[in-house]
């Protein structure tokens, strides 16, 4: 599908932004990305980079110039500390980001638009969500992310829906993301790149925040490309899709395995109750995925953190 088209991908140096740059140009994209305060990490002349501020209109109508597919992964991001102390650090810059670019995208004459949005849309619950099981109702950490990114989505479908000319828009709900390229700083990690790098830094003892008994469905970043490019080929009108791997896992065994892929003998684990933590379980089902695009994750978890592993040592 993406051979030849011209893709425009927002956040081109983000973790997510980066490896779904690298899928598209093995398909044969002409790929635009924009970049903002960091630099490229894939250099190739191939892509052409824009250094913008998606927070003006019209550096949005810039790079959506000529573009026929968006993939919007721009966005203010962090960790549970950020989220525990200045939640409203998402809130405004995200929502004018994502509202400027459906417009800009709109004018434009975009044929398809990809919206990634998260997990925290889903209420609390004990059995894994479906795409349906969005109530509005948020887990109490994740009220203001959870609604800046529900109303992105609704944005979405007002374009979609709501309107004469309709532009379509695919939304999707990824796991817990993790792999190469992934966000190692403490300020702004998410959990399983904090543990890594303190298993591989040695730290002793590895201190980790909370009892080390949450829940959650991580999928490995390759797999979640696979996902969002099979979503944007075959979805042609509105739609929200969970991109997970549908397994469970307890961070207490994901931190035993990285200590044992990275060969830390001996090290001591301290669990700290007073840190911040986000929900205590996570589970997402993924079969409308596997229904409508055909995807389901390949990466063994092991495989998947052996990768991270190696990328970050490499990295170092």
Known sequence: MFEGKHVLVTGGAGFVGV???????????????TLHEK????????????????LKSEDCAQVCKDMEYVFLCAAVTSGAAVM????????????????????????????????????????????????????????????????????????????????KKPMTTVIVRPANIYGPFNDFEWE???VLPALIRRVVERHDPIQVWGDGMDIKDFIYIDDLVKGLLLAMEKIDRFD????????QYRLRDLLEIIIKLDGYDNARVEYDTAKPTMIPKRLIDPSKGKEKLGFEAKTPIEEGLRKTIEWYRRAL
């Open 188 to 190: 702004t990690s998410h």
């Open 84 to 163: 525990e102390k200045t939640p409203l650090v998402h809130l405004t810059p995200n929502l004018i980001m994502n509202a400027q670019m459906l417009e800009a995208a709109y004018a434009a004459n975009i044929k398809k638009l990809l919206f990634i949005s998260t997990n925290t849309v889903y209420p609390f619950t004990d059995y894994p969500v479906r795409e349906e099981d969005v109530t509005n109702e948020f887990y109490e950490k994740y009220f203001i992310v959870g609604w800046m990114k529900r109303f992105s989505e609704i944005i979405c479908e007002m374009y979609s829906t709501k309107i």
């Open 240 to 247: 929200q899709l969970n991109i997970a791997s549908g397994n």
């Open 39 to 54: 630099e490229a990490v894939i250099k190739e002349d191939r892509i052409e980079y824009v250094r913008c501020d998606l």
């Open 19 to 33: 490896n779904l740059i690298r899928k598209l140009l093995e398909s044969g994209a002409q790929v635009r990305a």
